[in-house]
């Protein structure tokens, strides 16, 4: 019975020495930013220089600005600042990143309708948030 419990002891820790390490993916464990930009293999790279918006306050969560009216959602600084650096990553904006939905990001968005085959409104929709990779 020893030499069967000193085998199996001996088989296990063997399995043990020669497993490997599974490194988990170092976004579980850190702060993520709810409004970065994600594409369909995920992240988009962000700039390294800091903006206005960077610090204003947002939801924790990314799946909470899915459940927000744009109409909403144009009040928010945070979410404004992203879509400012969406349309400034895409071309279609070229002002300042501050926060404030104004007739330039207004032309911006008409300008990626157009482009995308949307109906011209100028104002945040659905379809443009899908387009720019924004909850």
């Given at each position: 019975m ?15 020495a ?36 960077d610090?204003?306050p ?6 909470m ?25 895409d ?29 011209v ?7 443009v ?7």
């Amino acid at each position: 019975m020893k030499a069967l419990i000193v085998c199996c002891a001996l088989i296990f820790g063997g399995l043990l020495a020669n497993a490997q390490v599974t490194v988990f993916d170092e976004t579980l464990f850190h702060h993520n930013d709810s409004l970065n930009q994600y594409d369909e293999w995920g992240k988009l790279h962000r700039s390294k220089d800091l903006n206005v918006t960077d610090e204003a306050p947002r939801y924790r969560y990314r799946w909470m600005y899915y459940f927000q009216h744009p109409d909403v959602l144009i009040t928010k600084p945070a979410y404004v600042g992203a879509l400012q650096v969406a349309l400034q990553r895409d071309g279609y904006y070229c002002g300042p990143i501050d926060g404030v939905y104004g007739p330039d990001v207004s032309d911006a968005i008409a300008k990626l309708q157009k482009n995308y085959s949307m109906r011209v409104t100028g104002t945040l929709t659905d379809p443009v948030r899908r387009a720019l990779h924004l909850p």
